[in-house]
């Protein structure tokens, strides 16, 4: 199987890295990791940016535990830790999927993620297509803006995690 903390070290890097791409004059929300007693900061929502009914204030209700199963394709747990920012479900066995929510998001915010995705060491950066105002994959995860929301679907799965997060994705930015 994967690991589950590698693939979230990727996530959280590409969160990071966008956070440090914020535009000037936005407050700080400081997300806290999972894998670490430290936190990451990510701008906050900026109604300049986008309309407050765009804004994913409860990722789990955007990412449901039914969207979770039918995905994945078994009885899925939410993870304890889940906050208003991200949203992660498992199965028993470990393999799971995960909505993290970066902040608001303009072109330019976009484009340094991706620049930024483009320069993570041993990381498969490609465009996606069909996915919001724009997306990209960062190894198997993906990166997408949607209604200036910036976004991170990620896969927790012992095989090629892709169909998964497309599939999550696309349920997902089908409610939003």
């Not at 199987?1 to 890097?13: D, H, Y």
């Not at 430290?38 to 900026?46: F, Q, R, Y």
């Not at 993906?142 to 997060?165: E, I, Y």
Request: hydrophobic fraction near 40%.
């Amino acid at each position: 199987m994967k690991n589950s903390k590698m693939i979230l070290g990727v996530v959280f890097a590409i969160l990071a890295l966008a956070a440090c791409s914020k535009p000037s004059g936005s407050a700080e929300v400081s997300t806290p990791s999972p894998t670490a007693n430290k936190s990451i900061s990510t701008p906050a929502p900026n109604p300049t940016s986008a309309t407050d009914e765009n804004q994913p204030r409860d990722v789990c209700k955007i990412l449901t535990k039914e969207i979770a199963e039918s995905v994945i394709g078994r009885p899925v747990k939410p993870k304890e830790e889940d906050t208003s920012a991200h949203c992660v479900y498992l199965t028993d066995d470990g393999d799971g999927l995960g909505l993290f929510f970066v902040g608001v998001g303009t072109k330019e915010t976009f484009g340094q993620a991706l620049k930024d995705s483009e320069a993570l060491p041993n990381v498969k950066t490609a465009k996606a297509d069909g996915f919001g105002d724009g997306a990209f994959w960062s190894g198997e995860q993906l990166v997408v803006m949607k209604n200036g929301n910036l976004m991170v679907f990620a896969g927790f799965v012992q095989n090629d995690s892709k169909p998964l997060v497309t599939d999550m994705a696309t349920k997902v930015l089908a409610k939003m």
